[in-house]
């Protein structure tokens, strides 16, 4: 696993409508059908050779995934376009590449590239907009046309490998950054303008040229672990620019504190709590003083927001504190703190290593591990597919959608004194039947003002276990009990209670003082201190302990002029009081606003870095049922 799971991609403008326009690159290849059962990559639908290419049409029905697979030269690139029929009802698709296990390698709405592996066999697949991971979404239908083969399209590609063995980087990621230059001077480029992170898997990545004006332009290429970023000429290109192919070789790491003999915990049973281990070592000939925390993301909690990030350390909130000597190891405990959490909750963890009291001078990384909470600790897979009787059970829907009963799926959203509330609501699919919490949202509704609510769409859907949550930025989220749905009987729920958000951030104000906007990027001057400011407001009847905390996640673009020679490039760690990692506390007094100033360690930051900060509150000591959250404040630090 790495920090990102596979590299992401920007759809270039325009590519949907010149998919419908069929090019002549394809005109000798007869429009063909996809073909069931393709639904796994052990039943992928054959092709033929890559240099004919294929211009088909398919459909996807709730929970299906549709793979292909052609056969062509080791290195060759492939482009595939999908795009739903919008003459037929149904949603946006997507296009994917996996690799010889399965696994999505590239992922995006409508467009992606992929290169043939070296067993000389490429195999993609089509699904519905936003199943991610391939493995079939019950939200998700329609009908689509595919275009796959050489591209047709502006793009840089190539790879990124370890010069030492042939293979992609392990455990850390390739960054490739295409800057905008000003004049042949490669010291005028300095503004990033498109990135791609390379596989994990095999070092392809690929940036589309389609949207860019014909100019000069430099690429470097920078990965964690490895030594200082190389830079290409400045050259020519644009739309115009065709296939070209930059590939890069690393050389082998070298990284100051090393991690090994790692045990995650994958799997945690609920009510349990997550104990992992891993050995750190100094490499250098010289004693190491160091920060080693685990910075853990959730998608989904069941505090009054949805998402959250954190750290821990020492017994908590706090990094640990190390100092090695030359060659010395230490082996190193930590718990992820997540035993009040129920089934259904899922993270992922990553180490890193800084020099003390310096979290963005980084002197080792590990990629850590994805974790789930399930009923047994040891029950479905982290990313399971869905349930097989998913196809079976939307025809049995079909089938009696006529019946006398509607199917609907309804209840009442209410606050705590049993008056009704209007809010916006979620139906959500649990990915194991034993769930506590359904994560996988589907259908969206608002309750009225008598706070009554009905999914009516409901019967189109598949058995299965579900839940309804109340997802408005105004109210504190809250869900039903998870229930057993037949697809076909109508489901009336007992009121879910919600309230009014009992804490709110508002008044956010920049590094120097000014109000800050949401997704709005701030400079900071070269080593510059920096200080957010902002409000927190009490809406409750009753006192409120919480704590308070900002996330900061950096990405060194750096530039030729200044480049940033030291080993890893991403981090991401939360700052609290005096600029460290435990959070700021305070309690709060009903309808009380206490304005706060956190400080934000950015002064050790190289020229052009840039990355985004984002304010996290919880009930004291509850990290994982956060209150409330401001995201986010972009920064880029400027001479």
């Not at 062509?72 to 037929?88: F, H, I």
């Not at 010289?286 to 998608?299: G, L």
């Not at 209007?422 to 003002?449: E, F, G, I």
């Not at 002064?603 to 959250?629: H, R």
Request: net charge negative.
């Amino acid at each position: 696993m790495l920090y990102f799971p596979f590299p992401r991609r920007l759809r270039p403008a325009g590519l949907a409508a010149s998919l419908l326009m069929a090019t002549a690159s394809f005109a000798a290849h007869a429009a063909s059908t996809e073909t069931e059962p393709n639904n796994d990559c052990a039943s992928a639908q054959l092709l033929g050779k890559l240099s004919n290419g294929a211009d088909l049409t398919g459909q996807i029905t709730e929970g299906d995934v549709d793979y292909f697979q052609f056969t062509g030269k080791p290195g060759k690139w492939m482009e595939v376009e999908v795009v739903r029929d919008s003459s037929t009802p149904g949603n946006d698709m997507m296009a994917g590449i996996v690799d010889n296990t399965c696994l999505v390698s590239a992922a995006n709405n409508v467009t992606v590239m992929g290169m043939v592996p070296a067993d000389g066999k490429l195999v993609f697949a089509a699904a519905g907009y936003g199943d991610w991971s391939f493995h079939g979404l019950p939200a998700e239908f329609g009908s689509y046309r595919m275009i796959a083969g050489a591209p047709r399209h502006a793009y840089l590609v190539g790879t990124v490998l370890d010069g030492s063995t042939g293979a992609a980087p392990a455990y850390f990621s390739a960054l490739v950054t295409l800057l905008a230059c000003t004049s042949s001077d490669p010291a005028s480029c300095t503004q990033a303008v498109n990135s791609a992170y390379a596989s994990d898997r095999d070092g392809s990545y690929y940036l589309p040229l389609g949207d860019l004006p014909t100019g000069s332009y430099m690429v470097k290429m920078s990965a964690n672990g490895f030594h200082d970023p190389k830079y290409t000429k400045v050259m020519t290109l644009g739309p115009d620019a065709g296939l070209v192919t930059l590939n890069f070789k690393l050389k082998p790491p070298s990284l100051p504190v090393g991690f090994s003999d790692f045990s995650a915990c994958t799997y945690i049973k609920a009510g349990s709590e997550c104990e992992f281990s891993y050995q750190v070592k100094n490499t250098t000939s010289a004693p190491v003083a160091m920060d080693v925390w685990a910075h853990t993301v959730v998608s989904q909690t069941i505090g009054a927001i949805e998402a959250v990030e954190l750290d821990a350390g020492k017994g908590g909130r706090q990094a640990k504190r190390i100092e090695l000597q030359p060659g010395e190891k230490l082996k190193v405990k930590q718990a992820l703190g997540v035993a009040s959490m129920p089934s259904g909750i899922a993270g992922t963890t990553m180490l890193y290593a800084a020099l003390a009291d310096h979290p963005t001078e980084l002197v080792g990384m590990f990629p850590g591990f994805d974790w789930r909470i399930t009923e047994t600790g040891t029950a479905s897979p982290l990313w399971p597919q869905p349930h097989a009787s998913l196809k079976r059970a939307r025809r049995i829907t079909l089938a009696k959608a006529t019946a006398a009963d509607s199917g609907a799926i309804s209840g009442s959203i209410v606050d705590a004194s049993g008056q009704p509330v209007s809010a916006h609501l979620t139906l959500r699919w649990c990915w194991d039947n034993a769930d506590t919490v359904c994560a996988q949202s589907t259908l969206s509704t608002k309750s009225l003002a008598n706070g009554r609510y009905s999914f009516k769409d409901a019967p189109t859907w598949p058995a299965g276990r579900y839940q309804v949550w109340v997802d408005d930025s105004a109210y504190d989220q809250a869900y039903s009990q998870a229930f057993a749905y037949d697809a076909v009987n109508s489901v009336k729920l007992a009121p879910v209670q919600t309230q009014p958000r009992s804490i709110t951030i508002q008044d956010v104000t920049t590094c120097y003082g000014m109000p800050a906007e949401i997704l709005v990027q701030y400079p900071v001057r070269l080593g510059d201190a920096c200080t957010i400011g902002y409000s927190l407001t009490n809406h409750a009847t009753a006192p409120m302990t919480v704590d308070a905390w900002i996330r900061v996640l950096s990405d060194r673009t750096g530039s030729v002029a200044n480049s940033d020679s030291r080993f890893l490039q991403i981090t991401a760690f939360s700052a609290g009081k005096k600029a460290g990692f435990v959070p700021q506390r305070v309690t709060l007094q009903p309808g009380e606003t206490r304005v706060m100033s956190q400080p934000v360690n950015l002064a050790d930051e190289p020229l052009y870095a840039g990355g985004g900060l984002a304010i996290w509150v919880s009930p004291a000591d509850q990290p994982l049922k956060p209150a409330a959250t401001w995201n986010q404040q972009i920064f880029a630090i400027v001479p």
